[in-house]
């Protein structure tokens, strides 16, 4: 069984080769990144992508988000996208966005993410949000893996 620093280090990994792919717009390496991001437990990869989605939307609006925020957000991540990407969905980044502020719409009212559209959509997000803040996507990895340590090692048992 695999260490949590071990995984944390190989989602770190995949989601950087995703993200750099998805900023190069070379769809077979994004093809290539995502399915290694897609290997990973989803319910982990959900954990740090979502992390670095929230960091990055609450740094890009410190005095918070409304709904016209993330519509330029959705509206942005899509149309410099679609190009050189076109399957993407854009049902799957809403579902992401709301997922990373930690909004759960049950099972009846919105359909579950695969794995493969989370590794797929999930870095044109980050990508997309790095690209407005300038910053690595290193520093945020680091900071959404400190922070699922934390909260993991206050759980109770």
Same mark, same amino acid.
């Given at each position: 069984? &695999? !260490?949590?620093?071990?995984?944390?280090?190989?989602?770190?990994?995949?989601?950087? #080769?995703? =993200? /750099?792919?998805?900023?190069?717009? $070379?769809?077979?390496?994004?093809?290539?990144?995502?399915?290694?991001?897609? +290997?990973?437990? %989803?319910?982990?990869?959900?954990? *740090?992508?979502?992390? *670095?989605?929230?960091?990055?939307?609450?740094?890009?609006?410190? $005095? #918070?988000?409304? !709904? $016209?925020?993330?519509?330029?957000? @959705?509206?942005?991540?899509?149309?410099?996208?679609?190009?050189?990407?076109?399957?993407?969905? %854009?049902? =799957?980044?809403?579902?992401?966005?709301? /997922? +990373?502020? #930690?909004?759960?719409? !049950?099972? &009846?009212?919105?359909?579950?993410? &695969?794995?493969?559209?989370?590794?797929?959509? /999930?870095?044109? @997000?980050?990508?997309?949000?790095?690209?407005?803040?300038?910053? %690595?996507?290193? $520093?945020?990895?680091? +900071? /959404? @893996? +400190? &922070?699922?340590?934390?909260?993991?090692t206050m759980e109770l048992p």
């Amino acid at each position: 069984m &695999e !260490s949590g620093v071990v995984v944390g280090r190989a989602i770190s990994r995949a989601a950087e #080769g995703a =993200v /750099a792919a998805a900023v190069a717009r $070379d769809p077979e390496e994004f093809e290539r990144a995502a399915v290694e991001l897609a +290997a990973r437990n %989803p319910e982990q990869v959900g954990l *740090v992508l979502g992390g *670095v989605v929230r960091m990055l939307l609450e740094e890009m609006h410190p $005095d #918070g988000l409304d !709904s $016209d925020d993330l519509q330029v957000v @959705l509206k942005r991540c899509a149309v410099d996208n679609l190009g050189w990407f076109p399957e993407l969905d %854009p049902t =799957v980044l809403v579902l992401l966005l709301t /997922a +990373a502020l #930690g909004v759960h719409p !049950s099972e &009846e009212e919105a359909p579950r993410i &695969e794995p493969a559209a989370m590794a797929r959509h /999930a870095p044109l @997000l980050v990508a997309d949000l790095l690209a407005v803040t300038g910053r %690595p996507l290193a $520093d945020y990895l680091d +900071a /959404a @893996l +400190a &922070e699922i340590f934390v909260v993991q090692t206050m759980e109770l048992p």
